[in-house]
């Protein structure tokens, strides 16, 4: 049988649902070459910082505001290592990035502050970019009345940028927000999609200096579970919204599990990292296998068989028995294995943590 893995993604043609999400990686040549090889359906290239836009933005004559010259300021202390050391050299990688390979390029731009790019977007567009990726970081809620100004100062934001560009937007969501599903409703208007979710460091406290501390790694493999939930929900709520599913998807099982979800693509990056660009064809492959066992010859197809969501009430009756339930002391240190099936009738082993957890 024939499978189509032609996925539509937010305006975005893609020859298949699996995504590289932006990375260091993606701006090396070789490995552009090596992911358009693989399959993947689009990449999306590290991001750009809304300070080095500042920078391209004086040198190209803008007048800037006490607070641009703040960040700008804090720019000059910008050490990293970076892949890119300013926004031209970034237009660069765009356009010989396009001139590589036809898969589509996305370009990913980083900042709290939508005014910073609205000239470097056109820009973007003007090189190639199929796409921009804007990861929007808000200032400190301190500095907001309450939770609902935050999310009107993100709808106003993106409908400023959609307004300079004609190739689609796409907005990378942390998990602090309020509400995902009813933001997903407001922001409709003004973008074309949702990636679902940005990174976050892992922080901690040092007992001994009194200090907190930050540490970035690679997103641990097995770990989509509570990316899962938040998909259907998103989805299920705001079904023409269309959903990068993004932070764990490791292998071919979890790219199906999110398309079933309700993502549109899988986003994957610590997957690369750890085992290089074949790890795409493995999960296409996989993906191509499940469609052929089930009869399921498109990814429409596959899409038309969700959300897969509990009822609020099974929902409701699922937690309780979680945390009424009582787990035998021999099996709480290794964790239950118990049986249950799936909505196509196989039955599979599942871990159950101990309900005592959950309390």
């Known amino acids: 049988m024939s499978i189509d893995l032609t996925t539509h993604y937010g305006g975005l043609s893609l020859r298949s649902p699996v995504v590289i999400g932006a990375c260091p990686l993606t701006a090396q040549e070789q490995m552009r070459v090596a992911i358009d090889a693989s399959g993947a359906g689009a990449v999306v290239l590290p991001s750009l910082f809304a300070e080095q836009v500042l920078l391209w933005n004086q040198k190209n004559g803008q007048r800037l505001t006490a607070r641009d010259t703040q ?30 390979t036809a898969l589509p390029v996305i370009a990913s731009l980083n900042g709290d502050n939508a005014s910073h790019w609205l000239d470097y977007a056109g820009a973007l567009q003007e090189a190639g970019a199929s796409a921009i990726e804007l990861n929007l970081r808000h200032p400190p809620p301190a500095e907001f009345s309450d939770a609902r100004e935050i999310e ?33 409703v407001r922001l409709l208007s003004g973008i074309q999609g949702l990636v679902l979710f940005g990174r976050s460091p892992e922080v901690d406290i040092s007992l001994d200096t009194l200090q907190m501390s930050t540490d970035w790694c690679l997103t641990p493999s097995g770990k989509i579970s509570h990316l899962l939930e938040s998909v259907m929900r998103v989805h299920a709520f705001c079904p023409a919204m269309p959903i990068a599913a993004c932070g764990g998807v490791s292998n071919a099982t979890d790219v199906i599990k999110v398309l079933l979800a309700g993502a549109d693509v899988a986003m994957v990056s610590s997957a690369v990292y750890r085992e290089g660009p074949d790890i795409v064809r493995s999960m296409i492959d996989g993906l191509v296998v499940f469609m052929e066992r089930h009869g399921i010859r498109s990814v429409p197809e596959l899409q038309s068989i969700r959300p897969l969501e509990f009822s609020s009430e099974e929902e409701r009756l699922d937690y309780m028995e979680a945390l009424a339930s009582r787990v035998p002391p021999s099996q709480k240190s290794g964790g239950q294995r118990r049986m249950c099936g799936d909505r196509w009738g196989h039955v599979q082993a599942a871990d159950v943590a101990s309900a005592d957890a959950n309390h």
């Open 71 to 100: 960040v700008l300021a804090r720019a000059q202390r910008f050490k990293v290592d970076s892949f890119c050391n300013d926004a031209e050299t970034y237009l660069s990688i765009v356009r010989r990035a396009r001139r590589q």
């Open 152 to 184: 009107d100062s993100l709808v106003q934001a993106v409908q400023i940028i959609q307004q300079s560009i004609s190739i689609p937007l796409f907005l990378k969501l942390s998990r602090e927000y309020t509400s995902l599903s009813h933001l997903a």
